[in-house]
Nanobody, 125 residues
Framework: EVQLVESGGGLVQAGGSLRLSCASS????????IGWFRQAPGREREGLSC????????RYVDSVKGRFTISTDHAKNTVYLQMNSLKPEDTAVYYC??????????????????WGQGAQVTVSS
């Protein structure tokens, strides 16, 4: 059974940091790209970053570039999202997903087919 489990969410003050983890089972992260997405209340789910299998190519959307870093631990079959300089507008449920990551475009929901359950991130002002 394919599973993706996010962890590491929580409450943090503006300017603080959190690291989200996405642990996968039932497949290896080398089989697919892993993407990070978020959904704030009343808003559509948006792509943030993705990392390709193989060449390790990475994509960030402009709103998180320079603040968020995606990385991979192949031994643990886990992908991380280090989030620094957090802002109240980063408050959302964060999801990881397995699929495909064309690096000439922002991460796109319809290219991902396995999803985690989500982790809440709340940034207070």
């Amino acid at each position: 059974e394919v599973q993706l489990v996010e962890s590491g969410g929580g409450l943090v003050q503006a300017g603080g940091s959190l690291r989200l983890s996405c642990a996968s089972s039932g497949f290896t992260i080398d089989d697919y790209a892993i993407g990070w997405f978020r959904q704030a209340p009343g808003r559509e789910r948006e792509g943030l970053s993705c990392i390709n299998r193989g060449d390790g190519a990475i994509r960030y959307v402009d709103s998180v570039k320079g603040r968020f870093t995606i990385s991979t631990d192949h031994a643990k079959n886990t992908v991380y999202l280090q989030m620094n300089s957090l802002k109240p507008e980063d408050t959302a449920v964060y999801y990881c997903a397995a699929g495909y990551c064309p690096t000439n475009t922002d991460p796109t929901l319809n290219l991902y087919f396995y999803w985690g359950q989500g982790a809440q991130v709340t940034v207070s002002s």
